[in-house]
């Protein structure tokens, strides 16, 4: 009992070290401001050519006039204007020529004198004496005993067509504000001022590392258990997006010698160390140990209260910052953008990001953690009323939701929802609002995503929300999308959908999807027999175990109508057919009820049972919207036709041709 090594791992993981001393998100942000001044680094020179993206490390003042010279902005004749009055088609004024050309870069020689003109290019210098700049379409000109001459038609304004010099900017004037990005434009007034360097502010270097033994890198093959380290991606290109340069140290196992050493690399090599994972209280939890040891003030704030994000460590070594983020992927971004962002982007000279707010009504409850300023992700669309936001309610885990949102709203520590048909303010991801020309709210499905690709491609943006049958339907009702795409089963009639119709809504064929029993290859208990027969032999058996689907899914219902008894397995029940599809294939669990496509992508065999419908429920008051008609001409086009039929669907379509 003593030597267990298995006991041993457990008592280590079930250690409960009480780690976290969690603070208001403000106390946090204090904290780490007062440790960690929220400067801009030293500056460094950069060439012209180096310089787009990069901050301005200091204001500058236009060391020239541009132009630099009273500058004709036309091909013509240097004039004074008084000589001109009163010159018209019929009545020219007669100026002799000067004996020289202006083009541009030639330095005139020669006064204009009362009653004379110098030919001038566009771009040369304007003469001594002349105050304007007939256009040569204005003029004739020709040779008479006296010499050459040209006959203006009309007259000029006193300063008609010059631009003097430093009229765009004059020598000494503010040219580019000290923290301004450097972009085509600003580079453009730098070379016009003969700049061929500029100093600007040095880029913070971040040094990233991801720790847990499961993470292997992208591109690599996914043994069993392990997940792909998306976090340094991440957390790279949010480095760059905010004036940064990403140092990445790799993924390192949780091994507190390994990973100390790497941090100590980082630390020496980069100006900021952020980490991700091993934050919580988990036996292999070790990155905020190692943090304890880094020397005075060490550990700042280790547990802020929020949510995604509670277990943040934030430490101070040598001056340097070291943050550890969450490991799951959505608490590790949002972090990282309440607290690693503002200071990249205060190291790298860059103002705070500004923060664009939108007002948007919740169409359901979200229930939310007391005690923790919780962040929900959500999805804009538009009703009659005004702006709605979908949460994306995906937890902590999720690397989707943070991609797909337009924004977030909090729900304070003290409430325990955010109530349905409640207004909230939501902060926006991206740097405007873009509200989709297309919203479908309800099942997801890969046929639907197929069909959307074919609207994308016209150039629509279609946002699909999948938030259940039943959900977009009422969505659908409250007018909040465009159409609800939906496999509703009606237990009484056997039939799907048609039960479920309302007033101001129709119902538009989709395609049908085979449902039936997933088993893996070659399973005697399967093979070769009826879904029926299989059914009646296995539910009984302990020793073959089910993989459930939710409640009120429409499988669910098509399952518990065929099940004699409760098998072994019941009570998991997952809300996807993937989710049923790979716990067979892994065999967590020995079959389930799935459509053919998903079982087939698993390389799972698959029974028959029923055929089940997938279609949209439509608001008949959006029905003449352009991208809802643009969505009906393609779903009976013959392009997504043949998509979905090689998806292994059945397009409504074919059935009608084929007289069902
Ligand atoms: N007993 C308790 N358990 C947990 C608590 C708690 O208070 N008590 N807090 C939970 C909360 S909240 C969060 S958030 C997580 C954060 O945990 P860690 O920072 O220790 O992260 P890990 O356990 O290492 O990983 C969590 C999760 O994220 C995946 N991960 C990690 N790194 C990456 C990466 N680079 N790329 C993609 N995914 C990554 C990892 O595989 C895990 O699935 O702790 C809760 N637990
Ligand atoms: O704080 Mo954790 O990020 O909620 O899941």
Same mark, same amino acid.
């Given at each position: 009992?003593?030597?267990?090594?298995?006991?041993?791992?457990?008592?280590?993981?079930?250690?409960?070290?009480?780690?976290?001393?969690?603070? @208001?998100?403000?106390?946090?942000?204090?904290?780490?401001?007062?440790?960690?001044?929220?400067?801009?680094?030293p500056?460094?020179?950069?060439?012209?050519?180096?310089?787009?993206?990069?901050?301005?490390?200091?204001?500058? &003042?236009? =060391?020239?006039?541009?132009?630099?010279?009273?500058?004709?902005? %036309?091909?013509?004749?240097? %004039? #004074?204007?008084?000589?001109?009055?009163?010159?018209?088609?019929?009545?020219?004024?007669?100026?002799?020529?000067?004996?020289?050309?202006?083009?541009c870069?030639?330095?005139?020689?020669?006064?204009?004198?009362?009653?004379?003109?110098?030919?001038?290019?566009?771009?040369?210098?304007?003469?001594?004496?002349?105050?304007?700049?007939?256009?040569?379409?204005?003029?004739?000109?020709?040779?008479?005993?006296?010499?050459?001459?040209?006959?203006? /038609?009309?007259?000029?304004?006193?300063?008609?067509?010059?631009?003097?010099?430093?009229?765009?900017?004059?020598?000494?004037?503010?040219?580019?504000?000290?923290?301004?990005?450097?972009?085509? *434009?600003?580079?453009?007034?730098?070379?016009?001022?003969?700049?061929?360097?500029? #100093?600007?502010?040095? #880029?913070?270097r971040?040094?990233?590392?991801?720790?847990?033994?499961?993470?292997?890198?992208?591109?690599?093959?996914l =043994?069993?258990?392990?997940?792909?380290?998306?976090?340094?991606?991440?957390?790279?290109?949010?480095? /760059?997006?905010?004036?940064?340069?990403?140092?990445?140290?790799?993924?390192?196992?949780?091994?507190?010698t390994?990973?100390? &050493?790497?941090?100590?690399r980082?630390?020496?090599e980069?100006?900021?160390?952020?980490?991700?994972?091993?934050?919580?209280?988990?036996?292999?939890?070790?990155?905020?140990?190692?943090?304890?040891?880094?020397?005075?003030?060490?550990?700042?704030?280790?547990?802020?209260?929020?949510? +995604?994000?509670? =277990?943040?460590?934030?430490?101070?070594?040598?001056?340097?910052?070291?943050?550890?983020?969450?490991?799951? $992927?959505?608490?590790?971004?949002?972090?990282?953008?309440?607290?690693?962002?503002?200071?990249?982007?205060?190291?790298?000279?860059?103002?705070?990001?500004?923060?664009?707010?939108?007002?948007?009504?919740?169409?359901?409850?979200?229930?939310?953690?007391?005690?923790?300023?919780?962040? %929900?992700?959500?999805?804009?669309?538009?009703?009659?009323?005004?702006?709605?936001?979908?949460?994306?309610?995906?937890?902590?885990?999720?690397?989707?939701?943070?991609?797909?949102?337009?924004?977030?709203?909090?729900?304070?520590?003290?409430?325990?929802?955010?109530?349905?048909g409640?207004? !909230?303010?939501?902060q926006?991801?991206?740097?405007?609002? !873009?509200? $989709?020309?297309?919203?479908?709210?309800?099942?997801?499905?890969?046929?639907?995503?197929?069909?959307?690709?074919?609207?994308?491609?016209?150039?629509?943006?279609? *946002?699909?929300?999948?938030?259940?049958?039943?959900?977009?339907?009422?969505?659908?009702?409250?007018?909040?999308?465009?159409?609800?795409?939906? !496999?509703?089963?009606? $237990?009484?009639?056997?039939t799907?959908?048609?039960?479920?119709?309302?007033?101001g809504?129709?119902?538009?064929?989709?395609?049908?999807?085979?449902?039936?029993?997933?088993?893996?290859?070659?399973?005697?208990?399967?093979?070769?027999?009826?879904?029926?027969?299989?059914?009646?032999?296995?539910?009984?058996? +302990?020793?073959?175990i089910?993989v459930?689907?939710? &409640?009120?899914?429409?499988? #669910?219902?098509?399952?518990?109508?065929?099940?004699?008894?409760?098998?072994?397995?019941?009570?998991?029940?997952?809300?996807?057919?993937?989710?049923?599809?790979?716990?067979?294939?892994?065999?967590?669990?020995?079959?389930?009820?799935?459509?053919?496509?998903?079982?087939?992508?698993?390389?799972?065999?698959?029974?028959?049972?029923?055929?089940?419908?997938?279609?949209?429920?439509?608001?008949?008051?959006?029905?003449?919207?352009?991208?809802v008609?643009?969505?009906?001409?393609?779903?009976?086009?013959?392009?997504?036709? @043949?998509?979905?039929?090689?998806?292994?669907?059945?397009?409504?379509?074919?059935?009608?041709?084929?007289?069902?």
């Open positions: 009992m003593k030597d267990n090594p298995i006991l041993d791992a457990v008592r280590r993981a079930a250690r409960q070290e009480q780690f976290l001393d969690v603070v @208001s998100r403000d106390e946090a942000e204090k904290r780490f401001r007062a440790a960690v001044p929220h400067v801009a680094l500056a460094e020179k950069v060439t012209l050519a180096d310089a787009l993206g990069r901050v301005l490390a200091e204001t500058l &003042a236009a =060391p020239i006039d541009l132009p630099p010279f009273d500058r004709s902005s %036309v091909d013509g004749f240097a %004039v #004074r204007a008084g000589d001109t009055v009163g010159a018209s088609e019929r009545t020219p004024i007669r100026l002799r020529l000067n004996a020289e050309v202006l083009a870069g030639t330095a005139p020689r020669l006064t204009v004198a009362t009653s004379t003109a110098t030919a001038i290019s566009t771009g040369g210098v304007v003469p001594r004496g002349a105050d304007a700049v007939v256009m040569i379409e204005q003029t004739a000109f020709g040779e008479d005993d006296h010499g050459p001459y040209v006959d203006i /038609r009309r007259p000029a304004a006193p300063g008609g067509f010059v631009a003097f010099a430093g009229s765009d900017i004059a020598r000494g004037e503010t040219m580019l504000r000290v923290g301004t990005e450097l972009t085509s *434009r600003e580079i453009g007034v730098l070379a016009a001022c003969g700049l061929a360097d500029v #100093r600007v502010v040095r #880029r913070p971040v040094g990233i590392i991801s720790t847990g033994d499961e993470l292997v890198p992208p591109g690599s093959e =043994p069993e258990g392990a997940i792909y380290d998306s976090n340094s991606a991440i957390t790279a290109a949010a480095v /760059r997006e905010n004036g940064g340069e990403a140092v990445l140290f790799g993924i390192i196992r949780d091994d507190e390994a990973l100390a &050493a790497a941090v100590e980082a630390l020496s980069t100006d900021l160390v952020v980490l991700s994972g091993g934050t919580s209280k988990g036996a292999g939890d070790v990155s905020h140990r190692i943090l304890s040891r880094l020397g005075e003030p060490g550990i700042i704030v280790h547990g802020v209260a929020l949510k +995604p994000g509670k =277990p943040i460590c934030l430490a101070v070594s040598r001056g340097k910052p070291v943050v550890v983020l969450p490991g799951f $992927p959505t608490s590790a971004i949002f972090t990282f953008h309440t607290f690693v962002t503002p200071l990249v982007r205060a190291m790298a000279g860059l103002p705070p990001h500004g923060e664009e707010v939108v007002e948007a009504t919740l169409p359901v409850r979200v229930p939310s953690e007391l005690g923790r300023t919780e962040y %929900v992700m959500v999805s804009l669309g538009e009703s009659a009323d005004g702006l709605v936001a979908f949460p994306l309610g995906r937890g902590s885990g999720s690397v989707t939701a943070f991609s797909q949102a337009d924004g977030f709203f909090a729900v304070d520590a003290l409430a325990d929802a955010a109530d349905a409640s207004e !909230h303010k939501i926006l991801i991206g740097s405007s609002l !873009h509200v $989709p020309d297309l919203v479908l709210a309800g099942s997801q499905d890969v046929g639907l995503d197929a069909v959307v690709g074919l609207l994308a491609k016209q150039g629509l943006t279609v *946002r699909t929300l999948a938030i259940g049958s039943m959900g977009g339907l009422a969505a659908l009702k409250r007018g909040e999308c465009d159409l609800a795409p939906a !496999h509703l089963l009606d $237990p009484k009639t056997g799907y959908n048609t039960p479920y119709l309302a007033d809504i129709s119902l538009v064929p989709g395609w049908r999807r085979r449902q039936g029993v997933v088993f893996r290859k070659g399973d005697p208990r399967f093979e070769g027999k009826s879904a029926a027969d299989a059914i009646a032999t296995v539910a009984a058996d +302990p020793d073959t089910l459930n689907r939710n &409640a009120g899914s429409g499988t #669910r219902i098509l399952l518990d109508g065929l099940l004699p008894v409760r098998p072994a397995g019941y009570a998991n029940q997952p809300k996807s057919h993937n989710a049923v599809a790979a716990a067979i294939a892994q065999e967590r669990a020995d079959w389930g009820m799935a459509i053919e496509n998903v079982a087939r992508l698993y390389g799972l065999s698959f029974l028959p049972v029923a055929d089940e419908h997938y279609d949209f429920f439509l608001a008949d008051a959006r029905r003449d919207r352009p991208a008609q643009a969505f009906l001409a393609v779903l009976a086009g013959d392009d997504a036709r @043949s998509l979905l039929s090689g998806l292994g669907f059945i397009p409504a379509d074919t059935l009608a041709l084929a007289g069902e």
